[in-house]
């Protein structure tokens, strides 16, 4: 295993680059988000488990008084009558003891941030090209946060898939470390979550992954959010906004969509608030497809699926339509798929008012964006990938709202809403703690793309 050490000089830059208490047992099953109304009967009954088991995982709920708040997390043990080892998990937690928490290190003032970056940095297969980029943003913010005043000293480690992290955590400058960024893959998380514990260090993991540890280890950063949680939100949020509208689902005959959980969870939640909403499908005649829009309440589209060819038919269909109904007032829905498609899409954007939730806004022709874009092809003589989101710009977000964080506030930063001010570039960052456990991001967006030909972000 190779180590790599960067200063964060600017040579070095040029050269190269949710609420759940603690479980009682080791073992647990997930964590459930409180919903609006649930109640400790119900969620027991729901997961096939005793109040007083759901209670023991969660001596919280002893201290009088208490009640479920919605948003909050809850842990969800075994059944005690099932053997949880026969459970299937994609990162079974097999440790002979439970790790120390020891307290987080305490930086001594006008010392340098010691960061480190565990991650799969090489040029042999995708995973490997996307990090390198993500840790050339890193040291790009590095660079920033040097010209203001803030000093990082940045070791770096090839952390592959096929290699085990554990030579790398006896390294000492590893133990040093007061912020760790990583791992990428799942069966490395269990080992370092263990060495953050016992060494007071905070750990950010930058993308998606398996992270159970979350739920009992304080240390833990989590900026991915699952598919469900992402569905959730969105929907809560479609409703509050288009309440007073019509929604109108397009099927488009995909058979081989994923949007399914979130179109049929819309649909529930609508019929739930007494909503009504109105189906059509991509192959009905223009009259049939006509007689799903209401003539007096603004239409919200909603396509099941997020690929380019079928939102091009609906949107040739919609511009058929408003040409023969020019005062239809119509909102585009759309699914962060749809910001790839921009550069063919954005008159049909401005058109249709469309929103498209997402955890991420790239705009390219922002002077942030593109002052971005200069600075990167000039220190390593190349553009980013096209991708979204952009992986350097991605890594630049992070490091600035956890450098400046920490720098700031030390021991006291949590990532919570408006502690920092960090206004990101792509990526918005908002921690909600996970009851006595790590911190989980819950921050989304709506990139919104007005009839007057301007966009704007809505944080939500």
């Given at each position: 295993?190779?180590?790599?050490?960067?200063?964060?000089?600017?040579?070095?830059?040029?050269?190269?680059?949710?609420?759940?208490?603690?479980?009682?047992?080791?073992?647990?099953?997930?964590?459930?988000?409180?919903?609006?109304?649930?109640?400790?009967?119900?969620?027991?009954?729901?997961?096939?488990?005793?109040?007083?088991?759901?209670?023991?995982?969660?001596?919280?709920?002893?201290?009088?008084?208490?009640?479920?708040?919605?948003?909050?997390?809850?842990?969800?043990?075994?059944?005690?009558?099932?053997?949880?080892?026969?459970?299937?998990?994609?990162?079974?937690?097999?440790?002979?003891?439970?790790?120390?928490?020891?307290?987080?290190?305490?930086?001594?003032?006008?010392?340098?941030?010691?960061?480190?970056?565990?991650?799969?940095?090489?040029?042999?297969?995708?995973?490997?090209?996307?990090?390198?980029?993500?840790?050339?943003?890193?040291?790009?913010?590095?660079?920033?946060?040097?010209?203001?005043?803030?000093?990082?000293?940045?070791?770096?480690?090839?952390?592959?898939?096929?290699?085990?992290?554990?030579?790398?955590?006896?390294?000492?400058?590893?133990?040093?470390?007061?912020?760790?960024?990583?791992?990428?893959?799942?069966?490395?998380?269990?080992?370092?979550?263990?060495?953050?514990?016992?060494?007071?260090?905070?750990?950010?993991?930058?993308?998606?992954?398996?992270?159970?540890?979350?739920?009992?280890?304080?240390?833990?950063?989590?900026?991915?959010?699952?598919?469900?949680?992402?569905?959730?939100?969105?929907?809560?949020?479609?409703?509050?906004?288009?309440?007073?509208?019509?929604?109108?689902?397009?099927?488009?005959?995909?058979?081989?969509?994923?949007?399914?959980?979130?179109?049929?969870?819309?649909?529930?939640?609508?019929?739930?608030?007494?909503?009504?909403?109105?189906?059509?499908?991509?192959?009905?005649?223009?009259?049939?497809?006509?007689?799903?829009?209401?003539?007096i309440k603004p239409n919200v589209v909603v396509l099941n699926t997020g690929r380019s060819p079928?939102?091009?038919?609906?949107?040739?269909?919609?511009?058929?339509?408003?040409?023969?109904?020019?005062?239809?007032?119509?909102?585009?829905?759309?699914?962060?798929?749809?910001?790839?498609?921009?550069?063919?899409?954005?008159?049909?954007?401005?058109?249709?008012?469309?929103?498209?939730?997402?955890?991420?806004?790239?705009?390219?022709?922002?002077?942030?964006?593109?002052?971005?874009?200069?600075?990167?092809?000039?220190?390593?003589?190349?553009?980013?990938?096209?991708?979204?989101?952009?992986?350097?710009?991605?890594?630049?977000?992070?490091?600035?709202?956890?450098?400046?964080?920490?720098?700031?506030?030390?021991?006291?930063?949590?990532?919570?809403?408006?502690?920092?001010?960090?206004?990101?570039?792509?990526?918005?960052?908002?921690?909600?703690?996970?009851?006595?456990?790590?911190?989980?991001?819950?921050?989304?967006?709506?990139?919104?793309?007005?009839?007057?030909?301007?966009?704007?972000?809505?944080?939500?």
């Amino acid at each position: 295993m190779k180590r790599i050490f960067y200063g964060c000089f600017i040579a070095f830059l040029m050269a190269f680059v949710a609420q759940t208490a603690y479980c009682q047992t080791q073992k647990w099953r997930e964590i459930h988000k409180v919903k609006k109304k649930e109640t400790i009967f119900g969620i027991a009954r729901q997961y096939g488990i005793t109040i007083q088991e759901l209670v023991d995982a969660n001596p919280e709920m002893n201290t009088p008084g208490y009640e479920l708040k919605k948003d909050s997390y809850i842990c969800i043990p075994y059944p005690k009558t099932q053997n949880s080892s026969s459970q299937t998990v994609e990162t079974p937690v097999s440790v002979s003891r439970q790790p120390v928490q020891a307290p987080l290190k305490m930086r001594v003032k006008g010392t340098p941030i010691r960061l480190g970056v565990m991650l799969p940095l090489h040029d042999i297969n995708g995973d490997g090209r996307r990090m390198v980029e993500y840790y050339r943003g890193i040291l790009m913010a590095c660079d920033s946060l040097k010209r203001m005043g803030i000093s990082v000293d940045v070791h770096a480690w090839n952390t592959p898939d096929n290699e085990d992290i554990a030579p790398v955590l006896r390294e000492k400058a590893a133990r040093q470390c007061d912020l760790i960024i990583g791992p990428l893959y799942s069966k490395q998380m269990a080992q370092l979550s263990e060495f953050v514990a016992e060494n007071g260090i905070r750990l950010v993991i930058p993308f998606s992954i398996n992270a159970p540890q979350l739920a009992t280890n304080p240390n833990i950063f989590q900026v991915y959010q699952s598919p469900g949680t992402q569905n959730e939100a969105t929907i809560a949020q479609f409703v509050k906004r288009f309440g007073g509208c019509h929604p109108v689902f397009i099927d488009c005959n995909d058979s081989t969509s994923t949007k399914g959980g979130f179109t049929s969870g819309l649909r529930r939640k609508l019929e739930a608030s007494g909503i009504e909403y109105s189906l059509t499908n991509l192959k009905s005649s223009e009259a049939n497809f006509a007689k799903a829009f209401s003539r007096i309440k603004p239409n919200v589209v909603v396509l099941n699926t997020g690929r380019s060819p079928e939102l091009n038919v609906a949107a040739a269909k919609l511009n058929g339509m408003t040409a023969t109904y020019p005062d239809l007032k119509i909102t585009l829905f759309g699914y962060t798929e749809w910001l790839m498609y921009t550069k063919h899409q954005l008159d049909n954007f401005y058109k249709y008012d469309a929103y498209i939730p997402s955890t991420f806004h790239y705009t390219p022709l922002t002077s942030n964006t593109l002052r971005f874009q200069k600075k990167y092809i000039s220190n390593f003589h190349q553009d980013m990938m096209n991708s979204l989101p952009r992986f350097a710009i991605t890594g630049f977000d992070h490091a600035m709202f956890f450098l400046m964080g920490i720098y700031r506030f030390g021991n006291d930063f949590t990532g919570a809403p408006g502690l920092l001010g960090y206004d990101a570039i792509q990526t918005p960052l908002r921690f909600q703690r996970v009851g006595s456990g790590g911190h989980q991001n819950n921050s989304q967006v709506f990139v919104h793309y007005l009839p007057e030909h301007r966009m704007e972000v809505i944080n939500y």
